[in-house]
């Protein structure tokens, strides 16, 4: 049997979209990387650009839409290099004005403009069929504002070289999933291009490999009994729910951060450091903390340009307060135009705001709690505290996802119950029935386990993985190879995230 | 102005301790400037080191994907590579020497394709034709390795294409025993079987006899897109540990297969098997019917018997006799010795027909036909269509009208070592000898071509 290289290519690109997870990715990265390090230094960041906008453009839906990604940056270019030329204050303002309105207009087009048209009608505001958003719209217009709003602010020097800047805007690893990278970062990466490190390769293709295994065998095994359950809550007891919901965080988490996982592993492969997105969210142990461990990028980039632009915490404390709710309703806004996510942020926000209020007083009652003084103890319980907390949140999240009634999930979350037994027995047999069975229950388990323990305190597995001896480093290679051959979910590579 | 006697004091010098002012400064060493075209070799140098090194790193996971091909290979659940599960399983049972049950459900074809495909060794000689080989064996053959490759209705492309499966996995038998049915000459559409596998016959007649077909390279990509695809893996890895150590094996879909090993004595089963040398064997009842049941079978069989294959058949085809005598050369030029065999129609059937010639012209052409051709090319045949042309023949030697059992074949093949040693030493039967009969007698016609002027055919012994 003779096999061609035509018979090759139509094999690979009988998708129309080049997902993350499919093996037309990993060729045309594969690729990248090569044709990347082959090239002189200076050319790469040019060859780079080129590479994502092919990926960009790979897509059929996303090739009328390029514009808009190439205006983004432009126009963000065009401001920021006024911003920093000119002197006048007006101009300056104008500029920033100029740039932060057509981030949040492009973002509000594609976003919000059905949802407002519904809502508010008219022939002006008339529902748009098709009306898809470019790929990676939140991420790429976020970091393109954040680098007009540096320039402004005196954090970032300007930027003349065009096309270096399009590669911070469109660098293809950030496009699906994020995570929202800063350009003083970038910056100096950009404009000199690391030397090939085998190091670092073999660390980014850990890394990598690390957030397949996490996305494809542990996220979207999981998805199938959080699928079960949130496709028809009506039927489903209080058991299930809670069981879903706890394992909605899970497999959000495994989810998402397999996702950076990939952006970060493939980033440093090509020679770049992009932003940790998650810091060992599960172990924080304030809801706050929380915050500040999960969806690093985001979470800072409303800290920093909409928190402290709202005065931060130095202010009057019920100001300080509503700031908090504004920036976790901004988040929720920013993840769609569904009013679950609104509520979702609003219900974020009360918490957090709850939380700093509280702070103090819970300070001085725990001095007189008698179980925190078993260090073990506290610390065990207000991760526990944090992460149902965390839970009880996602529930309107997960409601937006798999669209169904938050209030009702609420509202049979304590029906049900049969004893510790006999809830175990219709979450476990919900479970098997999921297909989740066999020896599928175990690896999970073990595979969270691993994960968690891997990235306890935020360790970075891509470093951590070149410090091991080379036998217990090949045994992870492998079994992570294998995880995914035996067990993981082919077939199901979008990304929850993807589509923010 | 007179001079001072003192010196002007020299302006203060800032010391710098530690600074690099303190030191007298070091020549700043230029850097010496290298040629472009060591530059260009030492960062080539680089990148081929540095390529090479990862690139062998990858190659550390290839044998997990090795690995994956290999399994989906092997166990392949949907039989896109093994055939399908079901005749698999039957010719894994055949070649552990077991006789299997429910040969009425078999996929013969299939069963024939994989049988050429999975056995170890290379049968000594191995029998093609249609039902009316099937009761050829390793007894009546007097080979131990020989395996009845025959199909039920096979027609030319069937009994072509089995060969030709062995010679394409490299085992070309010694010898070919073709029990040669009428339609083989035939070059209608009526003389083809639905079942039997086109393609296969088109790629023999395009790639071996050179015979132009429509016939076109299947497109094997979907098949190495399964082998590269983890969820058919995934599938395997399922099927493999459910069906593990199983006494009843599963298909794709959860179904039993039903084809296991016969158990107790095959003499005497209810339902027909196939032997582990592919003969079949047929139920106890139908193998012990009484001359008259069989008589009777004969008798239905008379008025469908052009359906069989020969509707129309009215002269024999060109196209057919060239495609059989390529044949037959081709499976010389592998050093296959054929040996053609001429099952007898039941009695009461061939006297049937023999009342109605002129609705079976085609049919009585083709014996006399071969007979001529085995004579020029000393082709070794055995028996005939006609069955008073066999000297002891028996009703009671018949399963029905069309089949031949056992003790019928006893009486006019003589086993294929006896065949090779007579084709060897040169003491063949001369084939025009027999005269098969092609119509009634007719007191006031000359006697036909091998009758005797009494009226008697002259008969082929054993």
Known sequence: ?500 | MAKSPTPIPAPPVKIHRGAPGSAPARQRRRRKKVNPFVLFLRGLARRLYFGIKTAFKFLLFVPVLVFMVAFSYNVDRSGLFQGALAPRRIVDLMLQGYDVTNFEQMDEREVVQLFAQDVPETPEAIGIGSSRVLQFNRENTGVESFFNMGVTGADVRDNMTSYYKMVTYGKAPKVLLWSIDPWVFYGSEAAFDARADADLYNEFLTKVLNVPTDYEEPDKVELWKALADPAYFQGNVDYYIKNRGQATVTDDEGNTIEFNPVEGDPYNQTTSIKRSDGSVLYDVAFRNQTEDQIRTLAAEACMSFNSVHMEGFDELSQTQIQAFDSFVRYAQSQGTTVILVLSPWHPYLYGYLLTEPENHKGFFQVENWLRQYCADNNVPIYGSYDPACIEGLQETDFFDGLHCGGTGIARFFPGIPQALSDLQNGTLANPLDVHPRTSLEDPNAQPAEGETPDGEVTQQEG
């Open chain 1, 1 to 500: 049997m003779t096999i061609t290289w035509e018979q090759v290519l139509a094999f690979l690109c009988e998708d129309q979209t080049m997902a993350i997870t499919s093996l037309l990715f990993l060729a045309f990265f594969a690729a990248v990387a090569l044709i990347n390090y082959a090239l002189p230094r200076v050319l790469r960041p040019y060859f780079l650009l080129a590479a994502s906008y092919g990926f960009f453009c790979y897509d059929p839906v996303n090739r009328p839409l390029v514009w808009v990604i190439a205006a983004a940056t432009v126009l963000t270019w065009l401001c920021g290099l006024i911003i920093g030329k000119v002197r006048a204050k007006p101009v300056r303002v104008l500029a920033l004005a100029a740039s932060v309105g057509f981030g949040i207009g492009i973002l509000v087009y594609y976003k919000y403009w059905n949802l407002l048209a519904d809502t508010v009608g008219g022939s002006i505001l008339s529902h748009r069929e098709n009306l898809l958003a470019p790929l990676g719209l939140s991420y790429f217009t976020f970091a393109a504002m954040s680098y007009t709003i540096d320039v402004y602010k005196r954090r970032c020097r300007v930027e003349t070289n065009l096309l270096h800047y399009a590669l911070f805007v469109s660098f293809f690893p950030t496009l699906i999933n994020g995570p929202i990278e800063r350009y003083p970062q970038m910056r100096p990466q950009i404009q000199k291009s690391r030397r090939f490190s085998y190091g670092r390769c073999a660390g980014g293709a850990f890394r990598m490999l690390w957030g397949y295994t996490k996305k494809m065998v542990l996220a979207d095994n999981l998805s199938h009994y959080v699928s079960l359950v949130y496709g028809d809550v009506g039927s489903m007891s209080g058991p299930n729910l809670v069981a879903a919901t706890v394992l909605f965080a899970v497999q959000l988490y495994m989810d998402f951060s397999g996702c950076c996982d990939i952006a970060l592993g493939a980033a440093r492969i090509l020679g770049y450091d992009l932003i940790e997105n998650f810091q060992s969210p599960f172990e924080a142990r304030t809801f706050n903390d929380f915050w500040r461990r999960w969806h690093i990028s985001m979470t800072s980039w409303f800290r920093d340009y909409v928190y402290f632009s709202l005065g931060g915490s130095r202010c009057a404390p019920w100001r300080h307060y509503l700031n908090i709710v504004i920036v976790f309703v901004c988040s929720g806004l920013w993840h769609g135009a569904d009013w679950r996510y609104l509520a979702w942020g609003l219900f974020t926000g009360l918490l957090a705001a709850f939380g700093v209020m509280t702070a103090r007083a819970r300070q001085r009652i725990n001095r007189y709690n008698p179980l925190y003084r078993m260090g073990w103890f506290k610390v065990f319980w207000q991760c526990l505290f944090t992460n149902a907390l965390f839970c009880l949140t996602l529930v309107f999240f997960a409601s937006a996802i798999y669209n169904t009634d938050p209030f009702a999930v609420y509202g049979s979350l304590l029906q049900g119950w049969d004893g510790l037994t006999g809830s175990w027995a219709q979450v476990s047999n919900l479970i098997y029935s999921s297909g989740i069975d066999g020896r599928l229950p175990v690896v999970l388990l073990f595979g969270c386990f691993v994960v968690f323990a891997a990235e306890h305190k935020g360790r970075s597995v891509a470093r951590w993985i070149r410090q091991q001896v080379w036998p217990l480093r090949w045994t992870l290679y492998y079994g992570m190879a294998a995880a995914i051959l035996f067990f993981a979910a082919f077939g199901q590579s979008a990304f929850i995230y993807q589509q923010y």
